[in-house]
């Protein structure tokens, strides 16, 4: 199996809460998992993996976590052609119901613009909200996870998720 590159930025600790889990549950499955913190790494070492995570809270009106909007620019550079990428994000449903999970479509979104191949869409039956740039259909364009209203579904979401893009990264 080859390398999974996990790519991510947190503010108030939940997004790196699940990075943590992330990268224990992978490793105890037999993935090796090289995680940044986008704060510290350069957007170009995505471009390293053919497989990637990207972990982007949203924040306040939908907008990208600060790391990740710093980096944004040059992230919409970047040629994402014969990657494949899951993305998951953390999120309000209550407080933001009209932009949860923003960030997740701008990223997700951009990754396909430029060539990439996207996996680990979620059904939004299994969140409460009204609306979302992340939604494509009846589908989120990767995993939510709401630590505010819903903080014991997380993990059990996470294992959900992970089962389903594991056997995707080759």
Excluded at 17 to 40: C, P, Q, R, T, W
Excluded at 136 to 143: K, R
């Amino acid at each position: 199996m080859k390398k999974i590159g996990l790519f991510w930025g947190s503010t108030s600790g939940n997004t790196e809460i699940a990075v943590e889990f992330i990268e224990e549950y992978l490793s105890d499955e037999g993935f090796e998992v090289d995680s940044h913190n986008v704060a510290d790494a350069d957007p170009e070492a995505m471009l390293n993996y053919d497989n990637l995570i990207i972990g982007c809270p949203t924040w306040n009106i939908g907008e990208l976590q600060d790391d990740w909007d710093s980096i944004f620019m040059d992230f919409e550079q970047l040629n994402f052609d014969g990657k494949t990428a899951a993305f998951f994000g953390c999120g309000d449903a209550v407080g933001y119901a009209d932009n949860f999970l923003d960030a997740i479509g701008m990223l997700s979104k951009t990754f396909m613009e430029k060539g990439g191949k996207l996996i680990g869409r979620c059904k939004r039956d299994d969140y409460d909200f009204r609306d979302s740039i992340a939604l494509d259909g009846d589908e989120l364009l990767g995993l939510g996870l709401d630590y505010d209203n819903e903080e014991e579904k997380c993990e059990d979401q996470m294992v959900a998720w992970l089962k389903n893009i594991m056997s995707e990264f080759k």
